[in-house]
């Protein structure tokens, strides 16, 4: 099985909602992850208390839902973005 990449560094096309947020892709799972953590840091999406959950603006709103929603559901939230 030499040279089988695992799933977080298989390419994945990503929708259009979610390259308005990361940027274009294709990219690995580990970089979508990577860059939505900076888009939400750089635009301060995470609750003050509670660091866990995520304040989606109107951007990230369009890929997860405009709910506050737990950092874990998140993942679920944009893999379905992810083909």
């Keep these: 099985m030499a040279g089988k990449t695992n ?8 929708s259009s909602e ?3 947020v990361i940027g274009k892709g294709p990219m ?3 970089q979508v992850t ?3 953590w900076e888009y ?8 003050s208390k509670d660091k866990r959950q995520i304040n ?7 890929v997860i839902g405009k709910d506050q929603i737990s950092m874990f559901k998140m993942t ?7 083909t």
């Design 18 to 20: 979610l390259e308005n």
């Design 28 to 30: 690995t799972r580990a």
């Design 40 to 47: 939400i840091k750089g635009n301060s999406l995470q609750d």
């Design 76 to 82: 679920a939230a944009v893999s379905k973005h992810l």
């Design 7 to 14: 799933a977080l560094q298989k390419p994945v096309q990503l």
């Design 34 to 36: 990577s860059k939505i």
């Design 56 to 62: 989606p603006d109107a951007k990230l709103a369009a």
